[in-house]
T-cell receptor, first 116, second 109 residues
Framework: GAVVSQHPSRVICKSGTSVKIECRSL??????MFWYRQFPKQSLMLMAT?????????EQGVEKDKFLINHASLTLSTLTVTSAHPEDSSFYICSARGDWENNEQFFGPGTRLTVL | GQNIDQPTEMTATEGAIVQINCTYQ??????LFWYQQHAGEAPTFLSY??LDGLEEKGRFSSFLSRSKGYSYLLLKELQMKDSASYLCAVMDSNYQLIWGAGTKLIIKP
């Protein structure tokens, strides 16, 4: 299957700082990328959907000024958590979808964010 | 509203068979996915059903009935490594994935 990488895999930061997470599709062009957040023992929660070259579409309740998403190319999307607080500590996962029939999404390995 | 229901937790014995059910109510339907997620890791794709019937892939099979809004994932010859959460997700008319809360499967020796 297609490969999606995510960097960093783990980050610890102080409250008030900003953290950038990168999501890359390594062997395909990702027409759409998705950003999810998952709290312990809960299911995936979609935060936003981004298409290359256009603004991201945020889910209800997700602050677009706090979670900045940039989908600059067909292989790279970034999520920046601005002014992070302890309640932003979570597992952030990106997924990418190419131009294929079954609409399958391939997931990155995730980024564990801990805000002190 | 949109809703995906699956059991919270199931327990099965190594070597046995287990069936994980998923029922859904969504605005439109463009396919149903099953993903496996081990603790602390991202989900990995298991299966995709868009037409009614059974799709078999090795030890794993997935069934879909669109008229009933129902799917199941069947795992045969269970191995200890199959202990994980299994996520059911439906793609709606906007091609967005609607996720179930996941079923935690515990395999006992």
């Amino acid at each position: 299957g297609a490969v999606v990488s995510q960097h960093p895999s783990r980050v610890i930061c102080k409250s008030g700082t900003s953290v950038k997470i990168e999501c890359r599709s390594l062997d395909f062009q990702a027409t759409t990328m998705f950003w999810y957040r998952q709290f312990p023992k809960q299911s995936l929660m979609l935060m936003a959907t981004s298409n290359e070259g256009s603004k991201a579409t945020y889910e209800q309740g997700v602050e677009k000024d706090k979670f900045l998403i940039n989908h600059a190319s067909l292989t790279l999307s970034t999520l920046t958590v601005t002014s992070a607080h302890p309640e932003d500590s979570s597992f952030y996962i990106c997924s990418a979808r190419g131009d294929w029939e079954n609409n399958e999404q391939f997931f990155g390995p995730g980024t564990r964010l801990t805000v002190l | 509203g949109q809703n995906i229901d699956q059991p919270t937790e199931m327990t099965a014995t190594e070597g046995a068979i287990v069936q994980i059910n998923c029922t859904y109510q969504t605005s439109g339907f463009n396919g149903l996915f099953w993903y496996q997620q081990h603790a602390g890791e991202a989900p990995t794709f298991l299966s995709y059903n868009v037409l009614d019937g059974l799709e078999e892939k090795g030890r794993f099979s997935s069934f879909l009935s669109r008229s009933k809004g129902y799917s199941y994932l069947l795992l045969k010859e269970l191995q200890m490594k199959d202990s994980a959460s299994y996520l059911c997700a439906v793609m709606d008319s906007n091609y967005q994935l609607i996720w179930g809360a996941g079923t935690k499967l515990i395999i006992k020796p």
